[in-house]
């Protein structure tokens, strides 16, 4: 398991990495359009929505990996970073259920993972705390999600690699929606510490 550097490295804004992050970010626009565009009339594009998601998933590995490779973690790609992911996981969330490909008590769960978090960020401001740095384990999460849509959409069909793929893509989000209230629990179990040691500090 390789160690995740955290800290900021530069204040540079033009990275490579930011530049992926920022891509990504355009990207989601055009993948909610293509994967709604069948439920109003128009042509199914599912094939280039999923080039997209699997682009989005390359870059997102790339633009961590280089970030720290080459020194360029920075506080823009802090945010830039999960709001891709949290953006692309929506978005997928979605353009699935609207095409009645994804069972809205599933999305219930997710989105509710989502409304928990962003429940704890006027905490964290409360107490002059941005949002925290990303987990390994919401990584985890993420890419288990990105995995398990493109695989489920891949599953609308007939024959036996259609079926294959669905199966697989139902594993995935299973584990990844575990995985991913687990780490929105020990998000909250950091706001938690945070808040208690602000809470104990000596008043200056």
């Not at 992926?20 to 994967?35: C, D, E, N, Q």
């Amino acid at each position: 398991m390789e160690v995740q550097e955290t800290r900021v490295q530069t204040d540079r804004v033009l990275t490579i990495p930011n530049l992926l992050s920022m891509a990504r970010l355009v990207g989601v626009p055009v993948f909610l359009w293509l994967i709604l565009w069948p439920k109003f009339g128009g042509p199914n594009n599912d094939g280039w929505a999923l080039l997209i998601l699997a682009l989005s998933g390359i870059s997102d590995y790339l633009d961590g990996k280089l970030a720290r490779r080459w020194g360029q973690i920075s506080r823009l790609g802090q945010i830039l970073d999960p709001l891709a992911d949290r953006l692309y996981v929506l978005s997928t969330l979605v353009g699935l259920t609207w095409r009645e490909i994804l069972p809205w008590w599933l999305t219930a769960i997710l989105l509710a993972r989502e409304l928990f978090i962003a429940a704890l960020l006027p905490i964290l401001n409360r107490y002059g705390y941005g949002p925290l740095n990303v987990s390994f384990l919401g990584k985890a999460a993420t890419f288990n999600l990105m995995y398990a849509f493109p695989l489920l959409l891949l599953g609308q069909g007939q024959g036996w690699f259609h079926h294959t793929a669905e199966v697989v893509s139902w594993a995935f989000i299973w584990w990844g929606t575990v995985l991913y209230w687990w780490a929105g629990i020990l998000y909250a179990v950091q706001v938690r510490q945070i808040v208690r040691g602000a809470i104990a500090a000596p008043t200056p």
